[in-house]
Protein backbone atom coordinates (compact mmCIF):
# COMPACT_ATOMS: atom_id res chain seq x y z
CA UNK A 1 0.00 0.00 0.00
CA UNK A 2 1.49 3.36 -1.27
CA UNK A 3 2.08 6.22 1.76
CA UNK A 4 -0.02 8.96 1.08
CA UNK A 5 1.07 12.52 0.89
CA UNK A 6 -0.89 15.42 1.98
CA UNK A 7 0.10 18.86 0.90
CA UNK A 8 -0.13 21.51 2.68
CA UNK A 9 1.13 25.39 3.44
CA UNK A 10 3.47 26.36 5.59
CA UNK A 11 1.72 28.54 8.25
CA UNK A 12 1.09 27.69 12.01
CA UNK A 13 -2.71 27.37 11.10
CA UNK A 14 -2.67 25.08 7.59
CA UNK A 15 -0.32 22.81 9.20
CA UNK A 16 -3.04 22.38 12.19
CA UNK A 17 -5.78 22.43 9.57
CA UNK A 18 -3.58 19.22 7.92
CA UNK A 19 -2.77 17.80 11.32
CA UNK A 20 -6.39 17.61 12.11
CA UNK A 21 -7.40 16.12 8.50
CA UNK A 22 -4.97 13.46 9.08
CA UNK A 23 -5.86 12.45 12.37
CA UNK A 24 -9.18 11.95 10.69
CA UNK A 25 -7.94 9.67 7.63
CA UNK A 26 -6.44 7.42 10.16
CA UNK A 27 -9.30 6.87 12.21
CA UNK A 28 -10.98 5.75 8.87
CA UNK A 29 -8.31 4.25 7.06
CA UNK A 30 -5.46 2.65 10.23
CA UNK A 31 -4.22 0.26 7.57
CA UNK A 32 -2.49 3.09 5.11
CA UNK A 33 0.17 5.34 5.96
CA UNK A 34 0.29 9.08 5.49
CA UNK A 35 2.97 11.93 4.91
CA UNK A 36 2.38 15.63 5.24
CA UNK A 37 4.36 17.68 3.05
CA UNK A 38 4.89 21.52 3.28
CA UNK A 39 4.57 23.44 -0.31
CA UNK A 40 5.44 26.76 -0.77
CA UNK A 41 4.73 29.31 -3.76
CA UNK A 42 7.86 28.50 -5.82
CA UNK A 43 8.25 32.24 -7.25
CA UNK A 44 6.49 36.17 -5.86
CA UNK A 45 4.10 35.61 -8.10
CA UNK A 46 2.56 32.15 -7.44
CA UNK A 47 0.03 32.19 -4.28
CA UNK A 48 -0.17 29.17 -2.11
CA UNK A 49 -3.63 27.68 -3.48
CA UNK A 50 -1.18 27.90 -6.97
CA UNK A 51 1.66 25.70 -5.47
CA UNK A 52 -0.38 23.04 -3.65
CA UNK A 53 -2.69 22.79 -7.45
CA UNK A 54 0.99 22.49 -9.13
CA UNK A 55 2.43 20.23 -6.68
CA UNK A 56 -1.07 17.75 -7.32
CA UNK A 57 -0.30 18.00 -11.15
CA UNK A 58 3.18 16.73 -10.48
CA UNK A 59 2.05 13.98 -8.00
CA UNK A 60 4.24 15.67 -5.35
CA UNK A 61 1.70 15.12 -3.16
CA UNK A 62 -1.77 13.69 -3.75
CA UNK A 63 -4.20 15.08 -1.04
CA UNK A 64 -4.28 18.93 -0.58
CA UNK A 65 -5.60 20.87 2.24
CA UNK A 66 -6.72 23.67 1.37
CA UNK A 67 -8.83 26.69 3.81
CA UNK A 68 -11.82 26.51 1.41
CA UNK A 69 -11.93 30.22 1.21
CA UNK A 70 -8.57 30.52 -0.57
CA UNK A 71 -8.99 27.68 -3.01
CA UNK A 72 -10.02 29.51 -6.66
CA UNK A 73 -13.29 29.16 -8.08
CA UNK A 74 -11.75 28.30 -11.52
CA UNK A 75 -11.70 24.70 -11.49
CA UNK A 76 -8.76 23.00 -13.10
CA UNK A 77 -9.81 19.75 -15.56
CA UNK A 78 -7.25 17.41 -14.13
CA UNK A 79 -8.14 18.08 -10.43
CA UNK A 80 -10.91 17.71 -8.35
CA UNK A 81 -12.46 18.89 -5.37
CA UNK A 82 -13.60 15.78 -3.65
CA UNK A 83 -14.24 16.64 -0.19
CA UNK A 84 -15.18 19.39 2.46
CA UNK A 85 -15.27 18.38 5.92
CA UNK A 86 -17.66 19.41 8.03
CA UNK A 87 -17.61 22.75 8.31
CA UNK A 88 -16.70 25.05 12.14
CA UNK A 89 -17.66 28.62 12.62
CA UNK A 90 -18.14 30.69 9.34
CA UNK A 91 -18.68 33.37 10.74
CA UNK A 92 -16.27 36.68 11.61
CA UNK A 93 -14.77 37.08 15.50
CA UNK A 94 -13.57 40.52 17.19
CA UNK A 95 -10.56 40.60 19.20
CA UNK A 96 -10.28 43.70 20.92
CA UNK A 97 -7.93 45.43 23.68
CA UNK A 98 -10.20 46.85 25.54
CA UNK A 99 -13.96 46.93 23.81
CA UNK A 100 -14.91 43.66 23.24
CA UNK A 101 -17.99 44.33 20.88
CA UNK A 102 -18.19 45.66 17.81
CA UNK A 103 -20.72 47.95 19.09
CA UNK A 104 -18.93 49.08 22.19
CA UNK A 105 -15.93 50.68 19.93
CA UNK A 106 -15.39 54.26 20.22
CA UNK A 107 -15.75 56.38 17.23
CA UNK A 108 -12.48 55.96 14.84
CA UNK A 109 -11.24 53.26 16.51
CA UNK A 110 -8.48 51.72 14.69
CA UNK A 111 -9.65 48.10 13.82
CA UNK A 112 -7.50 45.83 11.51
CA UNK A 113 -8.51 43.61 8.98
CA UNK A 114 -6.99 42.42 6.00
CA UNK A 115 -9.13 41.90 3.29
CA UNK A 116 -11.48 44.36 1.12
CA UNK A 117 -14.58 42.29 1.88
CA UNK A 118 -14.53 42.95 5.73
CA UNK A 119 -13.65 46.29 5.52
CA UNK A 120 -16.52 47.51 3.38
CA UNK A 121 -19.64 45.66 5.73
CA UNK A 122 -17.68 47.22 8.26
CA UNK A 123 -17.73 50.69 6.93
CA UNK A 124 -21.42 50.06 6.05
CA UNK A 125 -22.10 49.30 9.74
CA UNK A 126 -19.51 51.80 11.29
CA UNK A 127 -18.49 54.19 9.23
CA UNK A 128 -16.82 56.19 11.98
CA UNK A 129 -14.47 53.37 12.53
CA UNK A 130 -10.41 54.09 11.53
CA UNK A 131 -10.14 50.30 9.33
CA UNK A 132 -6.46 49.58 8.77
CA UNK A 133 -5.12 46.61 6.70
CA UNK A 134 -2.93 44.31 8.40
CA UNK A 135 -1.34 41.50 6.59
CA UNK A 136 -0.12 38.33 7.95
CA UNK A 137 -1.04 35.06 9.44
CA UNK A 138 -3.29 34.85 12.37
CA UNK A 139 -0.14 34.79 15.11
CA UNK A 140 0.75 38.03 13.29
CA UNK A 141 -2.26 39.57 13.69
CA UNK A 142 -2.76 38.53 17.57
CA UNK A 143 0.78 40.12 18.20
CA UNK A 144 -0.38 43.34 15.87
CA UNK A 145 -2.79 43.98 18.49
CA UNK A 146 -0.76 43.17 21.59
CA UNK A 147 1.54 46.38 20.89
CA UNK A 148 -1.22 48.04 21.27
CA UNK A 149 -1.35 50.04 17.97
CA UNK A 150 -5.30 48.70 17.01
CA UNK A 151 -8.02 48.93 18.99
CA UNK A 152 -9.36 45.39 17.61
CA UNK A 153 -8.61 42.88 14.91
CA UNK A 154 -11.27 41.01 12.50
CA UNK A 155 -10.43 37.46 11.91
CA UNK A 156 -12.07 34.63 11.11
CA UNK A 157 -13.43 32.82 13.79
CA UNK A 158 -12.80 29.17 12.30
CA UNK A 159 -8.61 30.40 12.19
CA UNK A 160 -9.03 30.75 16.00
CA UNK A 161 -10.62 27.84 16.78
CA UNK A 162 -8.58 25.43 14.72
CA UNK A 163 -5.73 26.66 16.61
CA UNK A 164 -7.26 25.91 20.18
CA UNK A 165 -7.17 30.21 20.54
CA UNK A 166 -11.48 29.76 21.24
CA UNK A 167 -10.75 31.92 24.05
CA UNK A 168 -9.47 35.33 22.09
CA UNK A 169 -13.11 35.38 20.41
CA UNK A 170 -14.59 38.46 22.43
CA UNK A 171 -17.83 38.61 20.12
CA UNK A 172 -19.33 36.44 16.49
CA UNK A 173 -20.09 39.09 14.36
CA UNK A 174 -23.54 38.95 13.01
CA UNK A 175 -23.96 37.53 9.22
CA UNK A 176 -26.35 40.56 9.03
CA UNK A 177 -23.35 42.65 9.29
CA UNK A 178 -20.86 40.99 7.94
CA UNK A 179 -21.36 38.47 5.38
CA UNK A 180 -18.22 35.81 5.52
CA UNK A 181 -15.97 35.00 2.72
CA UNK A 182 -17.40 32.36 0.44
CA UNK A 183 -16.50 29.01 1.81
CA UNK A 184 -15.40 30.42 4.99
CA UNK A 185 -14.51 27.97 7.91
CA UNK A 186 -14.67 25.21 5.73
CA UNK A 187 -11.54 23.14 4.31
CA UNK A 188 -11.32 21.98 0.75
CA UNK A 189 -9.97 18.74 0.18
CA UNK A 190 -8.60 17.82 -4.11
CA UNK A 191 -7.06 15.09 -5.56
CA UNK A 192 -6.28 14.41 -9.04
CA UNK A 193 -8.58 13.44 -11.46
CA UNK A 194 -8.54 9.37 -11.99
CA UNK A 195 -6.39 8.83 -8.66
CA UNK A 196 -9.13 6.48 -7.28
CA UNK A 197 -6.91 5.13 -4.04
CA UNK A 198 -6.71 9.33 -3.37
CA UNK A 199 -10.23 9.99 -3.95
CA UNK A 200 -11.75 7.19 -2.01
CA UNK A 201 -10.03 8.07 1.21
CA UNK A 202 -10.32 11.64 0.83
CA UNK A 203 -14.15 11.45 0.05
CA UNK A 204 -14.56 9.49 3.71
CA UNK A 205 -14.30 12.89 5.42
CA UNK A 206 -16.79 14.90 2.84
CA UNK A 207 -20.00 15.95 4.86
CA UNK A 208 -22.27 16.73 2.45
CA UNK A 209 -24.23 19.58 3.98
CA UNK A 210 -20.98 21.52 4.59
CA UNK A 211 -20.00 20.53 0.61
CA UNK A 212 -23.92 21.60 -0.54
CA UNK A 213 -23.66 25.21 1.55
CA UNK A 214 -20.05 25.91 0.20
CA UNK A 215 -21.38 24.63 -3.95
CA UNK A 216 -23.77 27.64 -3.41
CA UNK A 217 -21.57 30.02 -2.12
CA UNK A 218 -18.95 29.50 -4.25
CA UNK A 219 -20.86 29.43 -7.77
CA UNK A 220 -22.36 32.77 -6.55
CA UNK A 221 -18.71 34.29 -6.39
CA UNK A 222 -17.79 32.66 -9.79
CA UNK A 223 -20.73 34.26 -11.66
CA UNK A 224 -19.96 37.77 -9.88
CA UNK A 225 -16.85 37.47 -12.71
CA UNK A 226 -15.01 39.55 -10.62
CA UNK A 227 -12.06 37.22 -9.31
CA UNK A 228 -11.64 35.64 -5.86
CA UNK A 229 -10.51 39.10 -3.83
CA UNK A 230 -13.83 41.46 -4.17
CA UNK A 231 -16.22 43.53 -1.88
CA UNK A 232 -18.41 40.39 -1.94
CA UNK A 233 -19.35 37.84 0.87
CA UNK A 234 -21.97 35.15 0.53
CA UNK A 235 -23.27 32.54 3.41
CA UNK A 236 -25.49 28.98 3.34
CA UNK A 237 -27.53 27.20 5.34
CA UNK A 238 -29.45 23.96 5.37
CA UNK A 239 -32.87 23.39 6.64
CA UNK A 240 -34.22 20.29 8.06
CA UNK A 241 -36.06 19.49 4.68
CA UNK A 242 -33.03 19.98 2.52
CA UNK A 243 -34.11 23.14 1.46
CA UNK A 244 -31.06 25.69 1.19
CA UNK A 245 -31.09 29.82 1.74
CA UNK A 246 -28.09 31.72 -0.19
CA UNK A 247 -27.44 34.95 1.63
CA UNK A 248 -25.31 37.63 -1.19
CA UNK A 249 -23.71 41.41 -0.78
CA UNK A 250 -21.70 43.29 -3.03
CA UNK A 251 -20.24 46.02 -1.70
CA UNK A 252 -18.30 49.42 -2.78
CA UNK A 253 -14.90 49.51 -1.21
CA UNK A 254 -16.07 52.68 0.89
CA UNK A 255 -18.68 50.59 2.37
CA UNK A 256 -21.88 53.88 0.81
CA UNK A 257 -23.26 51.43 -1.21
CA UNK A 258 -24.28 47.92 -0.56
CA UNK A 259 -26.45 45.32 -2.29
CA UNK A 260 -27.73 42.38 -0.88
CA UNK A 261 -30.03 40.14 -1.32
CA UNK A 262 -31.23 36.25 -0.80
CA UNK A 263 -32.72 33.23 -2.64
CA UNK A 264 -34.10 29.57 -1.37
CA UNK A 265 -34.21 26.42 -3.45
CA UNK A 266 -33.49 22.45 -3.06
CA UNK A 267 -30.22 21.78 -2.27
CA UNK A 268 -29.55 19.70 -5.36
CA UNK A 269 -29.56 22.94 -7.01
CA UNK A 270 -27.10 24.53 -5.40
CA UNK A 271 -24.71 25.67 -8.13
CA UNK A 272 -27.40 26.67 -9.97
CA UNK A 273 -28.51 29.04 -6.82
CA UNK A 274 -25.17 30.89 -6.54
CA UNK A 275 -24.94 31.26 -10.08
CA UNK A 276 -28.71 33.08 -9.70
CA UNK A 277 -27.86 35.13 -6.65
CA UNK A 278 -25.28 36.51 -8.38
CA UNK A 279 -27.00 37.20 -11.53
CA UNK A 280 -29.55 38.97 -9.26
CA UNK A 281 -27.52 40.88 -7.30
CA UNK A 282 -25.37 41.67 -11.05
CA UNK A 283 -28.78 43.07 -12.23
CA UNK A 284 -29.57 45.03 -9.25
CA UNK A 285 -26.14 47.36 -9.72
CA UNK A 286 -23.83 45.44 -8.27
CA UNK A 287 -21.87 44.84 -11.71
CA UNK A 288 -21.61 48.65 -10.94
CA UNK A 289 -19.79 48.39 -7.88
CA UNK A 290 -17.89 45.84 -8.72
CA UNK A 291 -16.53 47.44 -11.40
CA UNK A 292 -15.08 50.12 -9.26
CA UNK A 293 -13.44 47.55 -7.07
CA UNK A 294 -11.46 46.59 -10.49
CA UNK A 295 -10.46 49.82 -11.01
CA UNK A 296 -8.70 50.58 -7.97
Not at 78 to 98: D, Q
Not at 200 to 227: I, K
Request: negative net charge; contains cysteine.
Amino acid sequence: MRVIVIGARASLLAQAQTRWVVERLKENWPEAEFKIRTVQARNASQDSAEALRQALSQREVDIAVYSLKHLPTLEIPEIHLIAVPKRVEPREALVGRSSKRLEDLSRGAAVAVNSLRRKAQLLAYRPDLNLCDLEGDVDDRLTALGTGEYDAVIIGAASLLRLDLHNRIDQLIAPEIVLPAPGQGALGLEVRQGDDWAEELAYSLNHRASFVRVTAERAFLRALGAGDECAAGALATLEDDDTLVLQGVVCSPDGRELIRAEIEGDAEEAAELGSDLAQDLLAEGGRELLEVVQAR
